[in-house]
């Protein structure tokens, strides 16, 4: 069996640290934009048609574009058991918050124009943005409760993991101004899909507010950067617990100010994800003012891509620090599946990531065009 496992067991750890960042940068930009778009139908559908206009620029990708969360938490759960554990037990209510958005969101969708009620239409937009501006706030300030820290611990003979927190804490400042963050750059992001794929005056409005949205994401970017500067972050001897098998406890974790910017002080080429993201905010939103939808969405893409890679430069190796015993944090070496899991799991990533990226390819190459009130009349499938 040695024979086989070719790469060693660190290589394979950080392999995965990385496809779980290109997942769940996939996520953000694909279903993130589905989301985006719920949460911008206020601002830029004022009639039904034109609010149908809307359900139809993402329902023939929307289920498709759910796929790369689920093979996300997927990999979460095979590749780092501790960490699924962990983070579903901690925000619990904050998951049970998160599935119920999900879950009511495809409802909205499919059941939005069974009757012609405009009472009902209305109560079914009305819950469909909702769930978008939920599951976006609910992102971010998971995001922003890493990097703060989370009060868990381990019982030092079972490894049973200790959460000490309430679902109210996870509100803190940090965590709220990574919500906003999280939403402004999910309804920007749908703003540019909206404004790309819709028409008239769906795609005017939508061109209308991409700029203010980027614009406004640039700004909480670099307040959150700012913040991060300040802030103490967690710093430790990674080395030290590479090579081993995994155990979370007694390994040296410090708490130190701006520890969470030491990654790029060590490796200047990281800087090259928030300047990515600053850059594709700004271009982004410029480009989609001018009516240049398919580019303007190609650089809010790379936007929310390096604005993630950002966060995951930054608190490298960490997968969720401790506040309430930094040595007990979790790091992508200290809390991975075995190393044959990882070998075993990569061979099937290899085969069937390339299928699902192909086969997201293709439909968005059927389903192009825009989407016009004349499309969804002409079209029995049309929501």
């Known amino acids: 069996m040695d024979n086989l496992i070719l790469l060693d067991y660190d290589t394979l750890r950080i392999i995965w640290w990385l496809l779980l960042g290109v997942l769940l940068a996939a996520f953000a930009i694909m279903d993130g934009a589905d989301l985006g778009v719920a949460m911008v139908l206020p601002l830029v559908a004022r009639s039904d048609d034109e609010r149908r206009t809307l359900y139809n620029v993402i329902g023939p990708v929307w289920e498709g574009n759910q796929v790369w969360l689920i093979v996300a938490g997927g990999v979460a759960f095979a590749a780092w058991p501790l960490l699924y554990a962990m983070a579903f037990s901690g925000f619990y209510l904050a998951m049970m918050l998160l599935l119920v958005a999900l879950i009511v969101r495809p409802v909205a969708i499919k059941y939005r124009s069974k009757l012609s009620s405009s009472r009902w239409r209305r109560n079914w937009d009305a819950v469909w943005t909702a769930s978008g501006l939920v599951c976006a706030l609910v992102f971010g300030v998971a995001i922003g409760n890493v990097m703060l820290g989370v009060p868990f611990g381990f019982d030092e003979t079972t490894l049973r993991p200790m959460y000490e927190g309430n679902f109210f804490g996870l509100f803190q400042p940090f965590a709220i101004l990574c919500g906003?963050?999280?939403?402004?750059?999910?309804?920007?992001?749908?703003?540019?899909?909206?404004?790309?794929?819709?028409?008239?005056?769906?795609?005017?409005?939508?061109?209308?507010?991409?700029?203010?949205?980027?614009?406004?994401?640039?700004?909480?970017?670099?307040?959150?950067?700012?913040?991060?500067?300040?802030?103490?972050?967690?710093?430790?001897?990674?080395?030290?617990?590479?090579?081993?098998?995994?155990?979370?406890?007694?390994?040296?974790?410090?708490?130190?100010?701006?520890?969470?910017?030491?990654?790029?002080?060590?490796?200047?080429?990281?800087?090259?994800?928030?300047?990515?993201?600053?850059?594709?905010?700004?271009?982004?939103?410029?480009?989609?003012?001018?009516?240049?939808?398919?580019?303007?969405?190609?650089?809010?893409?790379?936007?929310?891509?390096?604005?993630?890679?950002?966060?995951?430069?930054?608190?490298?190796?960490?997968?969720?620090?401790?506040?309430?015993?930094?040595?007990?944090?979790?790091?992508?070496?200290?809390?991975?599946?075995?190393?044959?899991?990882?070998?075993?799991?990569?061979?099937?990533?290899?085969?069937?990531?390339?299928?699902?990226?192909?086969?997201?390819?293709?439909?968005?190459?059927?389903?192009?065009?825009?989407?016009?009130?004349?499309?969804?009349?002409?079209?029995?499938?049309?929501?």
């Open 180 to 383: 906003l963050l999280s939403v402004l750059m999910l309804a920007f992001q749908g703003a540019v899909v909206v404004a790309w794929k819709g028409s008239d005056h769906v795609a005017r409005r939508a061109r209308a507010w991409a700029k203010p949205l980027g614009l406004l994401s640039i700004v909480a970017f670099a307040v959150g950067g700012w913040w991060i500067s300040a802030m103490n972050g967690y710093s430790m001897p990674w080395p030290e617990v590479a090579h081993a098998m995994s155990n979370p406890i007694g390994k040296t974790v410090e708490m130190v100010e701006g520890a969470w910017l030491a990654n790029y002080r060590t490796w200047p080429a990281l800087w090259a994800a928030p300047i990515v993201g600053f850059a594709g905010l700004l271009l982004g939103a410029l480009l989609a003012g001018r009516g240049r939808g398919l580019l303007a969405l190609l650089f809010s893409s790379l936007a929310l891509a390096g604005i993630i890679l950002t966060f995951g430069f930054a608190v490298f190796p960490f997968l969720l620090p401790s506040s309430l015993n930094p040595g007990s944090s979790l790091t992508l070496f200290d809390a991975s599946a075995s190393h044959l899991t990882l070998w075993i799991m990569l061979l099937v990533t290899l085969v069937f990531l390339p299928i699902i990226v192909l086969y997201t390819s293709w439909v968005y190459s059927v389903m192009r065009g825009k989407v016009s009130v004349a499309s969804m009349k002409d079209s029995p499938h049309s929501y």
